[in-house]
């Protein structure tokens, strides 16, 4: 039987880029909040592309255990079987300095990022355990140990994330499911749009990215599609950082 990807945020930037990637093998439950239009387009698209491969895509606004757990029964409910690879993809920014923000903001992205990714892997891992194969690939980010002021909370949920998947890797390494984070630079999506831009008219990206430009999501997609795949059996617990040379930490540039 054809193995099922869950991806969060799998219709936008990264993840619709891992979409892309793992439909050459795999079925699809594309998971998204609130852009209706953007996931038509990207299950389309894909199925244009690859015919063969199953696509559903699940609006959820991912924010507990709870809405978790909602989304993972309507992906098995509709797939009759649960996923062999998850990609916790979903996550907004929502820079600002810690004391002029409100409080709740902090736990709301605790609860988007961290929590959600959490949740879901406790409900994918239990199959994936029975099964001996999994794939769990979490989004971190190089803002997980590269710190800008007004990411507090930002910096607080990927460092979360390195720590949950080294340590959840440990755990289930025996039974053939592997973890691991991948920590982006700048990679041009919607959701850095506008900083891309700034960066680029006032000829910045060639002086703060040593190879000299943002990434591009196929990139990242190609990573993850590798980690996903039996060959990266033996990699597990990992962090790995696509960032063009950003968080080498040359200050003279
Ligand atoms: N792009 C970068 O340079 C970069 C760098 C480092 C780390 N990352 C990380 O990579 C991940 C993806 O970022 P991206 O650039 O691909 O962002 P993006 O283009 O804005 O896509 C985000 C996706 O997540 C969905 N989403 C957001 N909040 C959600 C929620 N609460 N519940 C369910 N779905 C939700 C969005 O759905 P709708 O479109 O329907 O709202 C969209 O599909 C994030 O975790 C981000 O922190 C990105």
Request: aromatic share 8%.
């Amino acid at each position: 039987m054809k193995k099922l990807a869950l991806i969060t945020g799998g219709t936008s930037g990264l993840g619709l880029a891992c979409s892309t990637k793992l439909a050459q093998k795999y079925d699809l439950a594309l998971a998204y909040c609130n852009n209706d239009e953007k996931a038509e387009i990207a299950k389309s698209e894909i199925e244009n592309k690859y015919p063969e491969c199953r696509i559903e895509i699940f609006k959820k606004e991912l924010c507990s255990y709870k809405t978790a757990k909602e989304l993972y029964d309507s992906v098995v409910d509709k797939f009759l079987y649960s996923p062999s690879i998850l990609i916790n993809s979903a996550g907004r920014l929502r820079d600002g300095l810690f004391l002029n923000m409100d409080f709740s903001t902090q736990e709301e992205m605790i609860n988007e990022h961290l929590i959600t990714a959490m949740a879901l892997s406790y409900l994918c891992l239990k199959n994936m355990y029975k099964d001996k194969f999994g794939r769990i690939i979490n989004f971190s980010s190089v803002s997980a140990n590269y710190f800008k002021k007004g990411q507090v909370g930002y910096a607080c949920v990927k460092s979360g994330i390195e720590g949950f998947t080294k340590c959840l890797a440990l755990e289930v390494a025996h039974r053939g499911v592997t973890i691991n984070a991948v920590a982006p630079g700048l990679i041009e999506t919607p959701m850095t749009q506008n900083m891309v831009n700034e960066l680029r008219e006032n000829k910045l990206l060639r002086k703060k990215i040593p190879v000299g430009r943002s990434g591009k999501p196929e990139e990242v997609g190609e990573l993850v599609q590798y980690l996903c795949s039996e060959n990266a059996s033996y990699i597990t617990g990992s962090v790995i950082t696509i960032d063009g040379g950003r968080s080498l930490g040359d200050n003279s540039i």
